[in-house]
């Protein structure tokens, strides 16, 4: 069963695999369908969800919505994050010329007002900022959060995709701390691991949600000679640890990094959800572990 883990130490409590929304508009489900699959997730113990007001070119949220007006009872057994500050032009922002971000407060209140719209729900669990943005002023984010926490339409706040030092900057104006930075973490991308980003958040407590674990579908086709030295590795470890299939030993080799990243599975198909759930309980020893790293970096530790 998968358990909830505190996210922070202010909170709150996620389950310890989300379930991303990225692709809902992909599946091709009907809306009965959208809330069968929420459901059946919601049972094996993931009830932590991830949107963002763009995922779907800013129609994911509506049509999750759609899906949980179905069976409004789902609400109080679920977490919702979703995500805000970037804009591309279209029919949603018809006045807006190129991609940006924008984290003014006008911006992110009317982002969270649109979320909760199109979701159908009084309250976000958690707003993360999506994207650095470089004209990001941390006094008006942080003023405009406390403004929606105690106006009730948000709980908790977090970012993702931010440096060290961008987390650090939002989080010295935040008297309960950010709850998490949510990040790309595979085996073919793991420069968080690097640049002290894992670092920051393993000291404060703050738990990564790790997002692309499975390097969008790379890591099940080799096209160079890195990706295919991987592969060769994950199917050796197969074989070893008794895994079912590649996916279960990547996302054990996320799920050891020591700041304990949530990962996001980003698959609507259910089968792929309960393979996921399976191998929570797989663990690679270090040496283990230390094989895939090998096998992307293409050399030994010094």
């Known amino acids: 069963m998968v358990e909830q883990v505190k996210m922070a130490p ?6 310890e695999l989300v379930q991303g929304y990225w692709r809902l508009d992909d599946w091709n489900m009907s809306v009965q369908e959208r809330t069968r699959f929420l459901e ?38 679920i977490q919702i994050v979703t995500k ?14 190129i991609k940006h971000y924008d984290t003014g407060a006008a911006h992110i209140t009317a982002s969270v007002e649109r979320s909760l719209a199109s979701l159908g729900v009084e309250q976000i669990d958690a707003l ?7 004209l990001l002023e941390a006094d008006e984010v942080a003023q405009c959060f406390e403004r929606l926490q105690q106006s009730g339409k948000v709980a908790h706040f977090g970012v993702s995709n ?7 900057l939002l989080q010295s104006r935040m008297p ?9 973490i595979n085996p073919l991308n793991f420069a968080v691991a690097d640049d002290g980003t894992l670092d920051q958040l393993q000291r404060l407590r703050v738990r990564p949600m790790a997002w692309s674990c499975l390097a969008g579908g790379q890591l099940f ?16 470890l197969v074989e070893e640890t008794g895994a079912a299939n590649r996916e279960q030993v990547i996302y054990a080799w996320v799920r050891r990094f020591p700041s304990k990243p949530l990962p996001i599975i980003g ?20 040496e283990q572990w230390y094989r895939i790293w090998r096998a992307s970096t293409g050399q030994d530790v010094a």
Do not use: W
């Open 10 to 15: 202010s909170g709150p409590l996620f389950s």
């Open 40 to 77: 059946q997730h919601i049972e094996l113990g993931i009830t932590t969800v991830d949107l963002a007001d763009i995922y779907g070119l800013y129609h994911c949220e509506a049509n999750f919505g759609q899906a949980l007006a179905l069976k409004p009872e789902l609400r109080q057994h």
């Open 84 to 97: 805000c500050d970037i804009i591309v032009p279209c029919d949603a922002f018809p006045d807006s010329k």
């Open 128 to 134: 993360l900022i999506h994207r650095p943005d470089l």
């Open 162 to 168: 931010f440096t060290p030092s961008q987390f650090e």
């Open 176 to 184: 309960n701390g950010l709850m998490t930075n949510q990040v790309e």
């Open 221 to 236: 086709n080799a096209t160079d000679d890195r990706t295919k030295r991987v592969q060769a590795e994950l199917d050796a």
């Open 267 to 286: 698959s609507g198909n259910i089968e792929r959800v309960k393979n996921a759930v399976a191998g929570l309980s797989l663990q690679l020893t270090r």
